[in-house]
């Protein structure tokens, strides 16, 4: 009883601290000085008569959304003994994963910078710097010569590093046991079974309306449509951000996606909000990074080609430079197990008034880093809106994606969660592929890598990304995966080799997301 | 609460076996920690502290300090504590654990001895213990003072002298004052964590090349 009260202190003193920096905060005391012309503020009880003027005027609700947002993005407080590297990453081995697999990315950046004599980071003289500005909203034009610059790494260098990921206590043994996992992940981390599956996603059951199933020309809209939309909009009128997550993993019709998303989010497009986007363009424009190459080469390289996404390129630009600039990034390596790449300015070297992140961001991008963004165009057109939701959603869900950890929805529990439930529900499909030498995880990597942007359709895609924000997690991606592998099962066990397997998952845009899921945890006989 | 260290002297781990150590396959899946108190009088325990690796379970027992004639004896203060709530996965394995005095089957009044009996029933593990253990006393409370006759007792207060007209309460003054102060002591003790933003140092962001440490 006691841990628990002291505990909700320690979060509730850890949400005010946060909270205090934001917008939210300078917008209440305005509010309450402005508040106390009026004849119902008495002196006497200042602070009762204050809080009442909040409750009526919405600015509580403003105040319920921020303190959701934040529980739902900061890890629950660990022991006051554990130091801050705990939190980042409780285990040791995985730690120390994380920090060589960094320790290559720098090496290879510096190799890159120092082979073509490029510096990191260059001040742009004055004309290069009124061109850039000009040209802002057509940087896809610019043709710049980028052949000598390669990724600093694709998803499948990163897959080897999970491979090889060890945990020095456990008993793998030289002989093949019980110990030893059949799949490529080696490290026995806790993941979900389909019991347990079908109760964290029972809004998914097949009793419940879903749109991306029930919103099919099929069905008439009088059914369940119509009236999900109806909630949607009643939703939307309240401004309620933990009422949106629930109605979200329904789906969410497309005319409402984009404002609940931010609602979601907590992200309302505030005078100083597109302030701070103007002063990350500004930096663009100020410093040439070389990452900012990287960038150029992984949109022309990934978006430009695709046939969804290729008329964004200019929205990308705009997004991905700024994304690079902005400092307040740096906040979420405090639950991230990744740390930010350091430097030092020329000639101040071991100096740490001098010490600097690079990028300031503390993101290196990788091949297909774009990619995350790249849906998001389709439902934000304003670019600083944009790029407020993409941030959000990088710091809440991305980062995970492509950083070593133990959390449940990081990539490592991700993939063994994938490989898990292949094995124990088509056991026979992920013999025959592991003995063609067609390691599952091997096809469904880079899904999972990219939450299936550029794989699937666009409108699933988002269908797919409503439930990653109703249920804040992205276990639903590995499911999704093992679904698919579950859909052409047959195909698939007539392969003979990995080239083979390839070719029967190569298309996945005709796919239907939601009938895959619902069909591989509730309707599967197990 | 305050609590205080104190100076314990941690035992090696004894596995618990059936058979011998040396030449019988399976590992132990019982390891026993003794901790003493060396130079410490027996003591109220308030809280146990330590950093998992990978134990499943923990039991503790107490041997307390009871009057001079009886023997003391060995009583179970805290029956398999589930560390990790499946043993063969990594779930609660490194993680920071403090157990209290209330969570405790018996008081902890006058504690002579500790045994933290740890059990880890999976065979996938090479070793396991409990690191970092620190045991912690209550600490002093404040020392009691002799409050002056006139601060423990008030004077019965006099009749206040008659209010002089128009001017209003002072009594009602200066409770409003004194939740203004508070409010404002309040914003002033507040700061924030948030950056400022700049990521150059003075304008320069020309850098070396990335350093690894």
Redesign the interface.
């Known amino acids: ?3 628990e009260e002291s505990d909700l202190s320690l979060i509730i003193a850890q949400i005010v ?2 909270l ?3 917008n939210l ?1 300078a917008q209440l005391e305005r509010q309450a000085w402005a508040c106390l012309q009026r004849p119902e503020i008495k ?2 009880s ?2 009762e008569d204050i809080k009442e003027f909040f409750k009526i005027s919405g600015w509580e609700k403003k105040l319920q959304n921020a303190v959701y947002s934040e529980l739902s993005v900061f890890p629950l407080p ?2 006051p ?2 130091p801050p590297e ?1 939190l980042k990453e ?3 081995y995985m730690r120390k994963a994380q920090g060589s697999w960094e ?1 290559r990315i ?2 290879s ?2 190799s890159m ?2 082979e073509l004599s490029i ?5 742009r003289p004055v004309g290069e710097q009124k061109e850039l500005l000009s040209k802002w909203n057509e940087m896809g034009t610019d043709e710049p010569d980028l052949s000598l610059f390669r990724p600093v790494y694709a998803p499948k260098d990163f897959l080897e590093v999970l491979i090889n990921l060890r ?5 793998n043994g030289d002989s093949l046991s019980f ?1 030893t996992h059949l799949g490529l992940i080696q ?4 993941v979900k079974d389909i019991p347990e599956l079908k109760e964290f996603f029972v809004e998914l059951g097949l009793t419940t309306g879903q749109l991306g199933i029930d919103d099919s020309t099929q069905v008439p809209p009088e059914l369940f449509e119509n009236e999900h939309v109806r909630i949607g909009q009643k939703v939307l009128a309240e401004q309620d951000g933990a009422a949106a997550q629930q109605y979200i993993r329904q789906g969410s019709p497309t005319a409402l996606r984009a404002d609940l998303w931010a609602l979601i989010l907590n992200i309302s497009s505030q005078p100083e909000d597109i302030l ?1 986007y103007e ?1 990350l363009k500004t ?1 663009v424009i100020q ?1 040439d990074l070389l990452v900012d190459s990287l960038i150029y080469k992984d949109v022309k390289l990934t978006a430009s080609n695709d046939d969804y996404y290729f008329v964004f390129e200019d929205y990308l630009y705009q997004v991905l430079l700024c994304f690079s ?1 902005d ?2 990034v ?2 979420h390596f405090a639950y991230n197990s990744a740390s930010p ?6 000639g101040k ?1 071991g100096l740490e ?2 010490a ?3 990028p ?1 961001n503390g993101v290196i991008p990788f091949h297909g880093f774009s990619m995350y963004v790249a849906p998001l165009c389709f439902l934000y057109h304003e670019p600083s809106k944009l790029y407020q939701i993409f941030r959000e959603m990088y710091v809440r869900f991305f980062f995970r994606l492509h950083s070593i950890s ?1 959390h449940p929805s990081g990539i490592v529990s991700l993939c063994l969660l994938f490989e898990t439930l292949l094995q124990t529900y088509l056991p026979q499909l992920f013999y025959h592929l592991r003995e063609i030498g067609a390691q599952p995880l091997r096809i469904s990597f880079k899904w999972m890598v990219r939450a299936f942007s550029g794989y699937l359709a666009t409108d699933q895609l988002l269908l797919l990304w409503d439930r990653i924000l109703g249920y804040n997690s992205l276990e639903i991606l590995a499911v999704l995966a093992a679904a698919v592998f579950a859909f052409r099962a047959v195909n698939l066990m007539e392969v003979t080799s990995l080239a083979a397997a390839e070719a029967v998952l190569a298309d996945l845009s005709t796919l239907k997301v939601m009938p895959l899921l619902q069909i591989f945890l509730f309707a599967t006989v197990t | 609460m305050s609590r205080v260290s104190v100076p314990c002297h941690v035992k090696g781990t004894v596995a618990l076996q059936v058979g011998d150590v040396r030449t019988s396959q399976g590992r132990p899946g019982v390891l026993v920690i003794d901790v003493t108190f060396p130079s410490v009088a027996p003591f109220e325990l308030q809280e146990i502290m330590f950093k998992n690796y990978y134990t499943a379970f923990l039991s503790i027992r107490v041997r307390q300090h009871s009057s001079p004639h009886t023997p003391a004896k060995w009583v179970t203060c805290l029956r398999d504590y589930c560390l990790m709530p499946d043993p063969h996965s990594e779930e609660g394995a490194q993680e920071y654990v403090s157990l209290f005095k209330h969570q405790m089957l018996c008081d902890m009044a006058r504690v002579l001895e500790l045994r933290l009996i740890l059990r880890q029933p999976s065979p996938l593990w090479v070793s396991f213990t409990v690191e970092e253990l620190q045991i912690y006393q209550q600490g002093p409370k404040s020392p009691s003072m002799t409050f002056p006759k006139w601060l423990s007792h008030p004077v019965p207060c006099e009749q206040p002298p008659p209010l002089i007209e128009g001017l209003p309460d002072p009594s009602r003054v200066s409770s409003e004052v004194q939740q203004m102060w508070a409010l404002t002591e309040m914003i002033r003790a507040s700061h924030t964590s948030t950056r400022i933003g700049r990521f150059d140092v003075d304008g320069c962001y020309d850098l070396n090349l990335l350093s690894y440490t």
């Open positions: 009883m006691l841990q601290q946060k205090k920096g934001s905060y002196l006497e200042l602070k660990s022991h003994a554990a705990h409780p285990l040791v320790k720098l090496k950046l510096n910078c120092t510096p990191l980071a260059r001040k945990n020095p206590n456990y008993e110990r490290v026995p981390l806790k701070y002063q930096n410093h600039r400092t307040s740096l906040g790449p350091k430097s030092y300015i020329r070297l008034e001098y600097v992140f690079y300031p133990s």
